[in-house]
């Protein structure tokens, strides 16, 4: 059974910083794909970043890049996303996901991936 916990959440300051994390057991690690995405208030769920499994590259949403970095350690089975210059519209629920088999084209649809953490919250204010 996969299980992904997040952590890492919280209230920040607009320009501030928080790095979440998510831990992932019952998995061969290296063999997924993990990504971050978030739900604002009111919306759907949103693709954030993600790393394909085996080096396959990192890739981010145009709403984060050079904001917030993606990072893995498949010896500690964590993946990671460290989030710079926090702004109000980063506010929403992050959840971390997994998925053994996903495709390129797929990485940014939520529908693909099979597993799930619980959500952390993050909280920027103006």
């Known amino acids: 059974q996969v299980q992904l916990v997040e952590s890492g959440g919280g209230f920040v300051q607009a320009g501030g910083s928080l790095t979440l994390s998510c831990v992932a057991s019952g998995v061969t690690f290296n063999s997924y794909t993990m990504a971050w995405f978030r739900r604002a208030p009111g919306k759907g769920r949103e693709f954030v970043a993600a790393?394909?499994?085996?080096?396959?590259?990192?890739y981010y949403a145009d709403s984060v890049k050079g904001r917030f970095t993606a990072s893995r350690d498949n010896a500690k089975t964590t993946f990671s996303l460290r989030m710079d210059s926090l702004n109000p519209e980063d506010t929403a629920v992050y959840y971390c996901a997994a998925d053994r088999g996903i495709i390129l084209s797929s990485l940014r649809m939520p529908d693909q991936y099979d597993w799930w953490g619980q959500g952390t919250q993050v909280t920027v204010s103006s």
């Open positions: 790393i394909r499994r085996a080096g396959g590259g990192t």
